[in-house]
């Protein structure tokens, strides 16, 4: 297992000045150490030949053979491998040396504190600088698993957060390297339990999904400043993994559904990269842009401010929206808290989701009442306008809605609203959330094979229609519409009420 403590980067007053110089490969002079854990010593040290400073990892596998050439070229290897990734977000690795049965990696020095640095010392951060964390994270995961690289210890500890904006995932090979029971002992996991895939638990071959889940985990720290899956043991820790589902009271909307779905439990039906590009990006207000074929960043490049915000409203009485407050509350409970057990995410093209349908100016539903019940059926065209008792017979129900983005309301001065995120961004929250929704105790087990649901969201010029003075109808939310799938009645309502 890495140790949370063992980082190539810290500020200089953590350094601590090492007895007597040491030179490594006759170039790097050691100047004081950085920290250490189970597989060797951080350095501060100085490259002699450039002159420049750079962090150097020793490592040192205890329970290795006498001869571990073998395991060390395998090391070396992977760690070169890593060492060839060119994105931003990654931790530089400059040269790999193997001297006195001892490697030392040589790589980039960061002065920045570590996520887990940063949440601990300062509770759970912002939404919008969670999800650009999160963004240059996956770009350099993306990176990675374009070159066959899986990292295998995503966590917070690996990641560094500078103040001007920069964000670098390090460690990339090291654990891949180590991953090799000829150099741990029996029953020693590689890796961070608290971060691990379920997959892994089970004794699978790490993947890429296995980083988009660790890479949930880790933003789930950073939405909520606790582990989601951590324990007093590793055993009760692996447990919780593969039974209990985190739930999230801090965040909602894009964000929230880019956590939850990174973190199904079948590593198949996880989302996509795109998938979840675009619902950081929503979650930043900001359009999401396509993702160049090379596997290159088309992001926000180090050095340029954190956060990225729409203008923040200016102080005034709030106009009614569409979806109330109280609305607002259920979608965040929706998302948050009511999983007894782990949803999956439906796959797009299933018998059960059908595609999403829009609302408002040249949208395909009209909507008027806010009821959940309707005696239309589930198709393009339907207006909702008189809603029905759910105790009576009906062919449709809403079993979930809410605010698509945190910024929901307008200003009496002026205009400043999120940005519209883009169609395929908006459609992905609103697929994300119902799926979510659909998948727990909402809808009872027993009976969802036998319906059909699917999401309606606001088309773009709904989005940015500004309100009229009595306009109880203006939103940026969404529904999830289910029926039966054979079109019958449904005789008495079928979701339950989230309490």
């Not at 799926?435 to 989005?463: D, G, H, K, Y």
């Amino acid at each position: 297992m890495t140790d949370e403590h063992t980082r190539p980067y810290g500020p200089p007053q953590q350094t601590h000045q090492a007895a007597g110089a040491r030179i490594i490969a006759g170039r790097y002079a050691l100047l004081g150490e950085l920290g250490r854990g189970g597989m060797g010593i951080v350095w501060r040290a100085q490259d002699q030949v450039i002159g420049r400073q750079v962090a150097i990892k020793e490592l040192k596998f205890p329970n290795a053979p006498e001869d571990a050439s073998v395991l060390t070229e395998r090391m070396l290897r992977e760690v070169r491998s890593a060492g060839r990734l060119n994105d931003p977000a990654v931790v530089t690795v400059y040269d790999v040396v193997t001297e006195n049965g001892a490697t030392y990696i040589v790589m980039e020095l960061v002065e920045a504190p570590t996520l887990a640095d940063l949440v601990r010392d300062r509770g759970p951060m912002p939404a919008q600088q969670i999800a650009l964390v999160g963004e240059r994270v996956l770009s350099a995961l993306r990176a990675a698993h374009a070159a066959g690289i899986v990292h295998r210890d995503v966590k917070p500890a690996n990641i560094m957060v500078a103040p001007d904006g920069r964000v670098k995932l390090t460690d990339f090979g090291i654990a891949h390297a180590a991953d090799d029971p000829r150099l741990t002992t029996s029953g020693m996991i590689v890796g961070s339990p608290a971060f691990m895939a379920p997959e892994r638990v089970e004794g699978r071959d790490a993947m890429p999904e296995s980083d988009l889940w660790s890479l949930g985990t880790t933003l789930f720290f950073a939405a909520e400043g606790i582990v989601a899956f951590e324990r007093s043991t590793t055993a009760a820790t692996l447990h919780a993994i593969m039974t209990e589902a985190p739930y999230l009271t801090r965040v909602q909307g894009p964000l929230a559904a880019a956590i939850l779905g990174l973190l199904v439990t079948k590593p198949e039906a996880r989302m996509s990269y795109d998938q979840v590009r675009s619902l950081l990006a929503a979650a930043q207000g900001v359009q999401s842009q396509p993702t160049p074929p090379s596997g290159g960043t088309a992001m926000l490049q180090p050095g340029q401010p954190m956060t990225r915000l729409a203008p923040a409203p200016a102080k005034r009485n709030l106009r009614p929206l569409w979806l109330s407050l109280a609305a607002v509350a259920v979608i965040g409970a929706l998302v948050g808290g009511i999983f007894l057990g782990r949803w999956m995410a439906a796959p797009k093209g299933t018998s059960q989701a059908q595609a999403t349908l829009t609302y408002g100016i040249n949208g395909q539903v009209k909507l008027g009442s806010s009821g959940d019940c309707y005696n239309v059926p589930l198709k393009e065209g339907i207006n909702l306008n008189d809603n029905v008792s759910c105790d009576k017979d009906h062919l449709l129900e809403v079993f979930s809605k809410g605010s698509l983005l945190d910024v929901q309301s307008y200003s009496d001065d002026d205009a400043q609203v999120a940005v519209y995120p883009g169609a395929d961004a908006v459609n992905r929250i609103a697929e994300s959330l119902c799926s979510a929704t659909f998948n727990s105790n909402v809808v009872p087990p027993q009976q969802r094979t036998s319906l059909i649901w699917r999401p309606v969201v606001p088309t773009e010029a709904e989005w940015n229609r500004p309100p009229n003075e009595e306009d109880h109808n203006y939103s940026r939310g969404f529904l999830c519409l289910l029926a039966k799938a054979d079109g019958s009645q449904i005789p008495s309502q079928i979701t339950t009420k989230v309490k």
